[in-house]
Protein backbone atom coordinates (compact mmCIF):
# COMPACT_ATOMS: atom_id res chain seq x y z
CA UNK A 1 0.00 0.00 0.00
CA UNK A 2 1.36 3.76 -0.71
CA UNK A 3 1.90 5.91 2.04
CA UNK A 4 -0.87 8.73 2.01
CA UNK A 5 0.83 12.30 1.05
CA UNK A 6 1.62 13.78 4.44
CA UNK A 7 -0.92 16.69 3.97
CA UNK A 8 -3.74 15.19 2.92
CA UNK A 9 -6.87 16.23 4.74
CA UNK A 10 -4.78 18.52 6.80
CA UNK A 11 -6.71 21.90 7.89
CA UNK A 12 -4.77 24.44 7.39
CA UNK A 13 -5.47 28.07 8.09
CA UNK A 14 -4.02 30.37 5.52
CA UNK A 15 -3.80 33.94 7.07
CA UNK A 16 -2.87 36.44 3.71
CA UNK A 17 -1.48 39.78 5.59
CA UNK A 18 -0.60 43.13 3.65
CA UNK A 19 2.21 42.71 2.17
CA UNK A 20 3.19 42.53 -2.00
CA UNK A 21 4.02 38.95 -1.78
CA UNK A 22 0.34 38.38 -1.30
CA UNK A 23 0.39 38.27 -4.80
CA UNK A 24 2.10 34.52 -4.41
CA UNK A 25 -0.60 33.64 -2.31
CA UNK A 26 -3.11 31.73 -4.94
CA UNK A 27 0.20 29.70 -6.07
CA UNK A 28 0.52 28.78 -2.88
CA UNK A 29 -3.42 27.29 -2.53
CA UNK A 30 -2.59 25.79 -5.46
CA UNK A 31 0.33 23.61 -3.86
CA UNK A 32 -1.63 22.98 -0.51
CA UNK A 33 -4.85 21.78 -2.52
CA UNK A 34 -2.72 19.05 -4.77
CA UNK A 35 -1.02 18.07 -1.79
CA UNK A 36 -4.71 16.95 -0.50
CA UNK A 37 -5.34 19.74 2.26
CA UNK A 38 -8.23 21.52 2.72
CA UNK A 39 -7.25 25.10 2.94
CA UNK A 40 -9.45 28.24 4.83
CA UNK A 41 -8.33 31.84 3.63
CA UNK A 42 -8.56 34.59 6.37
CA UNK A 43 -8.21 37.60 4.45
CA UNK A 44 -7.09 41.01 5.76
CA UNK A 45 -8.05 44.38 5.08
CA UNK A 46 -4.90 45.55 3.64
CA UNK A 47 -4.56 41.91 1.69
CA UNK A 48 -7.02 42.43 -0.79
CA UNK A 49 -5.00 44.95 -2.22
CA UNK A 50 -3.14 42.59 -3.36
CA UNK A 51 -4.98 39.43 -3.71
CA UNK A 52 -8.68 38.94 -4.94
CA UNK A 53 -10.75 36.81 -2.79
CA UNK A 54 -12.00 35.35 -6.20
CA UNK A 55 -8.47 34.37 -7.44
CA UNK A 56 -7.57 32.39 -4.05
CA UNK A 57 -11.15 30.81 -4.57
CA UNK A 58 -10.52 29.66 -7.59
CA UNK A 59 -7.85 27.59 -7.18
CA UNK A 60 -9.76 25.34 -4.08
CA UNK A 61 -9.53 27.50 -1.01
CA UNK A 62 -12.22 28.01 1.33
CA UNK A 63 -12.83 32.04 2.09
CA UNK A 64 -13.89 32.86 5.78
CA UNK A 65 -16.48 35.76 6.05
CA UNK A 66 -15.18 37.42 9.62
CA UNK A 67 -18.97 38.45 9.57
CA UNK A 68 -20.69 35.72 9.85
CA UNK A 69 -22.75 34.48 12.31
CA UNK A 70 -21.65 32.98 15.49
CA UNK A 71 -18.01 32.59 17.32
CA UNK A 72 -15.96 32.36 13.62
CA UNK A 73 -12.63 32.81 15.77
CA UNK A 74 -13.08 30.05 18.13
CA UNK A 75 -14.69 27.95 14.58
CA UNK A 76 -11.67 28.43 13.16
CA UNK A 77 -9.21 27.85 16.05
CA UNK A 78 -10.73 24.64 16.82
CA UNK A 79 -11.15 23.11 12.93
CA UNK A 80 -7.36 23.90 12.09
CA UNK A 81 -4.51 21.33 11.91
CA UNK A 82 -1.57 24.47 11.59
CA UNK A 83 -2.33 28.40 10.98
CA UNK A 84 -0.07 29.72 8.68
CA UNK A 85 0.61 33.41 8.30
CA UNK A 86 1.82 34.21 4.61
CA UNK A 87 2.80 36.90 3.92
CA UNK A 88 3.74 37.39 7.64
CA UNK A 89 4.41 41.74 7.54
CA UNK A 90 6.59 43.15 9.99
CA UNK A 91 3.06 44.58 11.74
CA UNK A 92 1.49 41.28 12.14
CA UNK A 93 4.84 39.53 14.04
CA UNK A 94 4.61 42.27 16.40
CA UNK A 95 1.09 41.86 16.97
CA UNK A 96 0.84 38.58 17.29
CA UNK A 97 4.29 39.51 19.97
CA UNK A 98 1.74 41.54 21.87
CA UNK A 99 -0.75 39.04 21.97
CA UNK A 100 -3.06 41.50 20.24
CA UNK A 101 -6.50 40.33 19.37
CA UNK A 102 -7.82 42.56 17.23
CA UNK A 103 -8.86 40.69 14.35
CA UNK A 104 -10.27 37.89 13.13
CA UNK A 105 -6.28 36.27 12.34
CA UNK A 106 -5.21 37.15 15.56
CA UNK A 107 -8.08 36.56 17.72
CA UNK A 108 -7.96 32.59 16.37
CA UNK A 109 -3.78 32.55 16.84
CA UNK A 110 -4.68 33.60 20.41
CA UNK A 111 -7.93 31.01 20.36
CA UNK A 112 -5.53 27.66 18.79
CA UNK A 113 -4.09 25.01 20.40
CA UNK A 114 -2.78 24.16 16.78
CA UNK A 115 1.05 24.99 15.42
CA UNK A 116 1.34 28.54 14.38
CA UNK A 117 3.79 29.07 11.34
CA UNK A 118 4.53 32.03 9.60
CA UNK A 119 6.47 33.28 6.25
CA UNK A 120 7.72 36.54 7.03
CA UNK A 121 8.19 39.23 4.00
CA UNK A 122 9.26 42.66 4.28
CA UNK A 123 12.02 45.08 3.17
CA UNK A 124 15.11 44.06 4.33
CA UNK A 125 16.36 46.90 7.06
CA UNK A 126 12.55 46.35 8.21
CA UNK A 127 13.72 42.49 8.89
CA UNK A 128 17.01 43.12 10.34
CA UNK A 129 15.37 45.76 12.87
CA UNK A 130 15.78 45.39 16.22
CA UNK A 131 12.40 45.26 17.04
CA UNK A 132 11.48 42.88 14.41
CA UNK A 133 14.18 40.68 15.83
CA UNK A 134 12.77 41.03 19.40
CA UNK A 135 9.25 40.04 17.74
CA UNK A 136 10.68 37.13 16.34
CA UNK A 137 12.45 35.61 19.29
CA UNK A 138 9.45 36.14 21.16
CA UNK A 139 7.40 34.68 18.95
CA UNK A 140 10.30 31.55 18.19
CA UNK A 141 10.45 31.01 22.17
CA UNK A 142 6.81 30.66 22.42
CA UNK A 143 6.83 27.79 19.60
CA UNK A 144 5.80 29.62 16.60
CA UNK A 145 7.51 28.03 13.20
CA UNK A 146 9.41 29.94 11.07
CA UNK A 147 9.41 29.78 6.64
CA UNK A 148 12.25 31.71 5.82
CA UNK A 149 12.48 34.62 4.32
CA UNK A 150 14.81 34.21 1.36
CA UNK A 151 16.87 36.71 -0.41
CA UNK A 152 16.98 38.49 -3.41
CA UNK A 153 14.93 41.39 -4.92
CA UNK A 154 12.60 43.09 -3.31
CA UNK A 155 9.59 44.78 -4.91
CA UNK A 156 10.88 48.37 -2.91
CA UNK A 157 14.12 47.85 -5.73
CA UNK A 158 16.50 46.57 -2.67
CA UNK A 159 17.95 43.25 -2.11
CA UNK A 160 18.79 41.29 1.05
CA UNK A 161 16.91 39.47 3.51
CA UNK A 162 13.10 39.32 3.80
CA UNK A 163 12.03 37.91 0.34
CA UNK A 164 9.00 35.52 1.10
CA UNK A 165 9.68 31.77 0.77
CA UNK A 166 8.14 30.30 -2.44
CA UNK A 167 5.12 28.66 -2.33
CA UNK A 168 6.61 25.15 -2.72
CA UNK A 169 9.44 25.83 -0.20
CA UNK A 170 6.29 26.52 1.89
CA UNK A 171 4.76 23.52 1.71
CA UNK A 172 7.89 21.22 2.11
CA UNK A 173 7.73 23.21 5.42
CA UNK A 174 4.34 22.07 6.04
CA UNK A 175 5.44 18.71 5.13
CA UNK A 176 8.14 18.64 7.02
CA UNK A 177 6.32 20.00 9.99
CA UNK A 178 4.42 16.83 9.96
CA UNK A 179 6.99 14.28 9.00
CA UNK A 180 8.59 15.59 12.37
CA UNK A 181 5.41 14.73 14.20
CA UNK A 182 5.18 11.40 12.04
CA UNK A 183 7.12 9.24 13.93
CA UNK A 184 4.43 6.77 14.20
CA UNK A 185 4.19 6.76 10.65
CA UNK A 186 5.37 3.21 10.75
CA UNK A 187 2.80 2.31 13.08
CA UNK A 188 -0.34 0.47 13.19
CA UNK A 189 -2.96 1.62 16.00
CA UNK A 190 -6.32 0.13 16.71
CA UNK A 191 -9.04 2.02 19.12
CA UNK A 192 -11.93 1.29 20.51
CA UNK A 193 -14.30 3.92 21.42
CA UNK A 194 -18.02 5.01 22.97
CA UNK A 195 -20.04 2.15 25.13
CA UNK A 196 -21.48 -0.82 24.01
CA UNK A 197 -25.15 -1.54 23.54
CA UNK A 198 -26.03 -5.04 24.49
CA UNK A 199 -29.60 -5.79 23.30
CA UNK A 200 -32.74 -7.48 25.44
CA UNK A 201 -35.44 -7.35 23.06
CA UNK A 202 -36.07 -5.29 19.74
CA UNK A 203 -36.83 -2.18 21.63
CA UNK A 204 -34.56 -2.11 25.04
CA UNK A 205 -30.63 -2.99 26.07
CA UNK A 206 -28.62 -2.78 28.08
CA UNK A 207 -25.24 0.60 27.62
CA UNK A 208 -23.66 3.00 29.77
CA UNK A 209 -23.14 7.06 29.37
CA UNK A 210 -19.67 7.25 27.34
CA UNK A 211 -19.70 9.36 24.23
CA UNK A 212 -16.77 7.97 22.61
CA UNK A 213 -14.55 11.57 23.21
CA UNK A 214 -11.86 10.00 24.74
CA UNK A 215 -11.56 7.08 21.79
CA UNK A 216 -12.09 9.41 19.58
CA UNK A 217 -9.58 12.24 20.06
CA UNK A 218 -6.75 9.57 20.55
CA UNK A 219 -7.95 8.08 17.41
CA UNK A 220 -7.25 11.47 16.09
CA UNK A 221 -3.98 12.31 17.64
CA UNK A 222 -2.29 9.24 16.66
CA UNK A 223 -3.34 9.48 13.16
CA UNK A 224 -1.89 13.35 13.40
CA UNK A 225 1.58 11.20 14.45
CA UNK A 226 1.57 9.61 11.47
CA UNK A 227 0.12 5.93 13.00
CA UNK A 228 -2.30 4.12 10.69
CA UNK A 229 -5.32 3.80 13.00
CA UNK A 230 -8.68 1.82 12.95
CA UNK A 231 -11.01 2.75 15.12
CA UNK A 232 -13.36 0.38 16.38
CA UNK A 233 -16.37 2.55 17.89
CA UNK A 234 -19.89 1.63 19.64
CA UNK A 235 -22.87 3.87 18.81
CA UNK A 236 -21.80 7.46 19.30
CA UNK A 237 -23.01 10.89 17.40
CA UNK A 238 -19.00 11.72 16.95
CA UNK A 239 -17.70 11.91 13.61
CA UNK A 240 -15.04 9.93 11.96
CA UNK A 241 -11.80 11.78 12.92
CA UNK A 242 -9.85 12.15 9.14
CA UNK A 243 -7.10 10.13 8.55
CA UNK A 244 -8.94 7.22 10.78
CA UNK A 245 -10.04 3.96 9.93
CA UNK A 246 -13.61 3.96 11.27
CA UNK A 247 -15.48 0.08 12.09
CA UNK A 248 -18.77 0.82 13.69
CA UNK A 249 -20.14 -2.11 15.81
CA UNK A 250 -23.18 -2.15 18.74
CA UNK A 251 -22.13 -4.82 20.90
CA UNK A 252 -18.76 -6.19 23.23
CA UNK A 253 -19.10 -9.43 20.84
CA UNK A 254 -18.64 -7.61 18.10
CA UNK A 255 -16.41 -4.79 18.83
CA UNK A 256 -13.88 -7.97 20.05
CA UNK A 257 -14.21 -9.48 16.76
CA UNK A 258 -13.22 -6.56 14.77
CA UNK A 259 -10.48 -5.87 17.53
CA UNK A 260 -9.19 -9.34 16.99
CA UNK A 261 -9.65 -9.03 12.86
CA UNK A 262 -7.04 -6.41 13.10
CA UNK A 263 -4.33 -9.22 14.99
CA UNK A 264 -2.05 -9.54 12.56
CA UNK A 265 -1.58 -5.96 11.81
CA UNK A 266 -1.82 -4.40 15.48
CA UNK A 267 1.57 -2.88 16.95
CA UNK A 268 -0.52 -0.55 19.77
CA UNK A 269 -3.85 -1.37 21.26
CA UNK A 270 -5.74 1.42 22.68
CA UNK A 271 -8.69 0.02 24.84
CA UNK A 272 -10.61 3.62 25.44
CA UNK A 273 -14.30 1.99 25.10
CA UNK A 274 -16.75 1.62 27.78
CA UNK A 275 -17.22 -2.12 27.43
CA UNK A 276 -20.01 -3.94 29.09
CA UNK A 277 -18.93 -6.71 30.82
CA UNK A 278 -22.33 -8.40 30.92
CA UNK A 279 -24.65 -9.25 28.37
CA UNK A 280 -28.34 -10.81 28.87
CA UNK A 281 -28.07 -14.59 28.13
CA UNK A 282 -31.43 -14.46 25.88
CA UNK A 283 -32.01 -11.81 23.33
CA UNK A 284 -36.24 -11.82 22.94
CA UNK A 285 -37.08 -11.81 19.25
CA UNK A 286 -40.10 -9.56 20.39
CA UNK A 287 -41.01 -6.91 22.72
CA UNK A 288 -40.80 -7.77 26.48
CA UNK A 289 -44.99 -6.90 27.78
CA UNK A 290 -45.19 -4.53 31.16
CA UNK A 291 -46.78 -7.33 32.47
CA UNK A 292 -45.54 -8.28 36.17
CA UNK A 293 -44.16 -5.97 38.78
CA UNK A 294 -40.56 -7.60 38.69
CA UNK A 295 -38.48 -8.80 36.49
CA UNK A 296 -35.00 -10.92 36.18
CA UNK A 297 -33.13 -11.02 33.42
CA UNK A 298 -30.30 -13.33 33.12
CA UNK A 299 -26.65 -11.98 32.23
CA UNK A 300 -23.74 -13.61 31.25
CA UNK A 301 -20.14 -12.14 31.00
CA UNK A 302 -18.80 -10.63 28.17
CA UNK A 303 -15.37 -11.44 26.65
CA UNK A 304 -12.31 -9.44 28.27
CA UNK A 305 -11.25 -7.82 24.71
CA UNK A 306 -7.98 -5.73 26.26
CA UNK A 307 -6.67 -9.04 28.28
CA UNK A 308 -7.10 -11.03 25.32
CA UNK A 309 -4.96 -8.76 22.85
CA UNK A 310 -2.71 -8.61 25.85
CA UNK A 311 -2.44 -12.85 25.64
CA UNK A 312 -1.37 -12.54 21.87
CA UNK A 313 1.58 -13.77 20.56
CA UNK A 314 3.66 -11.38 20.37
CA UNK A 315 1.77 -8.58 22.00
CA UNK A 316 0.97 -5.39 20.70
CA UNK A 317 1.93 -2.50 22.77
CA UNK A 318 -1.27 -2.63 25.09
CA UNK A 319 -3.14 0.83 26.59
CA UNK A 320 -5.98 0.45 28.76
CA UNK A 321 -8.68 2.90 30.46
CA UNK A 322 -10.12 2.22 34.42
CA UNK A 323 -13.11 4.26 34.73
CA UNK A 324 -13.51 4.47 38.30
CA UNK A 325 -15.44 5.25 41.71
CA UNK A 326 -13.54 5.01 45.16
CA UNK A 327 -9.88 4.74 45.31
CA UNK A 328 -9.06 5.61 41.64
CA UNK A 329 -5.45 4.74 41.49
CA UNK A 330 -5.68 1.45 43.58
CA UNK A 331 -8.11 -0.20 41.61
CA UNK A 332 -6.63 0.90 38.52
CA UNK A 333 -3.03 -0.64 39.33
CA UNK A 334 -4.61 -3.71 40.28
CA UNK A 335 -6.14 -3.82 36.61
CA UNK A 336 -3.11 -3.40 35.10
CA UNK A 337 -1.71 -6.15 36.80
CA UNK A 338 -4.76 -8.40 36.31
CA UNK A 339 -4.79 -7.67 32.51
CA UNK A 340 -0.95 -7.95 31.97
CA UNK A 341 -0.82 -4.35 30.15
CA UNK A 342 1.27 -1.85 29.69
CA UNK A 343 0.09 1.27 30.64
CA UNK A 344 -3.07 2.31 32.10
CA UNK A 345 -5.01 5.42 32.40
CA UNK A 346 -7.30 5.96 35.54
CA UNK A 347 -10.04 8.52 35.56
CA UNK A 348 -12.67 9.16 38.15
CA UNK A 349 -17.11 8.66 36.66
CA UNK A 350 -17.85 10.41 40.34
CA UNK A 351 -16.61 13.56 40.33
CA UNK A 352 -18.96 16.53 38.46
CA UNK A 353 -17.13 17.95 35.62
CA UNK A 354 -14.97 15.36 34.64
CA UNK A 355 -15.70 11.45 32.71
CA UNK A 356 -18.29 10.27 30.90
CA UNK A 357 -20.49 12.57 28.52
CA UNK A 358 -18.06 15.37 29.43
CA UNK A 359 -14.89 17.44 27.28
CA UNK A 360 -12.73 17.43 30.30
CA UNK A 361 -11.01 14.58 32.43
CA UNK A 362 -8.21 14.11 34.75
CA UNK A 363 -6.32 10.86 34.69
CA UNK A 364 -3.66 8.99 36.52
CA UNK A 365 -1.32 7.14 34.02
CA UNK A 366 0.55 4.14 35.86
CA UNK A 367 2.67 1.59 34.23
CA UNK A 368 5.20 -0.75 35.97
CA UNK A 369 7.72 2.13 37.00
CA UNK A 370 4.78 3.78 39.05
CA UNK A 371 1.99 6.41 38.29
CA UNK A 372 1.97 10.25 37.34
CA UNK A 373 -1.48 12.26 38.31
CA UNK A 374 -2.58 14.86 35.56
CA UNK A 375 -4.72 18.11 36.37
CA UNK A 376 -7.82 18.07 34.85
CA UNK A 377 -7.56 19.20 30.87
CA UNK A 378 -10.01 18.72 28.13
CA UNK A 379 -10.12 15.78 26.41
CA UNK A 380 -8.37 16.66 23.47
CA UNK A 381 -5.87 18.17 25.41
CA UNK A 382 -5.45 14.80 27.01
CA UNK A 383 -5.28 13.02 23.91
CA UNK A 384 -2.13 14.49 22.74
CA UNK A 385 -0.37 14.22 25.85
CA UNK A 386 -0.88 10.74 26.33
CA UNK A 387 0.07 10.14 22.24
CA UNK A 388 3.23 11.79 23.27
CA UNK A 389 3.69 9.43 26.22
CA UNK A 390 3.33 6.24 24.22
CA UNK A 391 5.51 7.54 21.93
CA UNK A 392 8.22 7.47 24.77
CA UNK A 393 7.36 3.44 25.26
CA UNK A 394 6.64 1.81 22.64
CA UNK A 395 9.37 -0.40 20.89
CA UNK A 396 11.98 0.68 19.02
CA UNK A 397 11.14 -1.73 16.05
CA UNK A 398 7.55 -1.05 14.42
CA UNK A 399 5.96 -3.33 11.89
CA UNK A 400 7.36 -2.99 8.37
Known amino acids: ?36 AVV ?26 DRGPGMVHIELARWADVVLIAPATAHVLSRLAAGAADDLLTTLCLATEAPLCVAPAMNRI ?35 PGRMSEPGEILTA ?12 KVRAVVTAGATYEAL ?3 RGFTNRSSGKMGYALAAALADHGASVTLVSGPTALPIPPRVHGITVMS ?65 FTVGFAA ?24 PIDEAGVGFAQDDNRVI ?10 PTAPKTEIARALVREIMKRLPRTPSP
Open 1 to 36: MRDMPVLQDRRIVLGITGGVAAYKTPELVRHLRMAG
Open 40 to 65: RVVLSRAARQFVAAGALAAVGAEMVD
Open 126 to 160: MWLNAATCANCAVLRERGVGFVGPGEGAQACGESG
Open 174 to 185: LERLWDTAGSLR
Open 201 to 203: DPA
Open 252 to 316: ACQMRDAVLACREEMDLFVAAAAVADYRPQTILTHKLKKDAETLTVTLVRNPDILAEVARLNPPP
Open 324 to 347: ETGDLETLARAKRARKGIDLIVAN
Open 365 to 374: LIDKEGAVAW
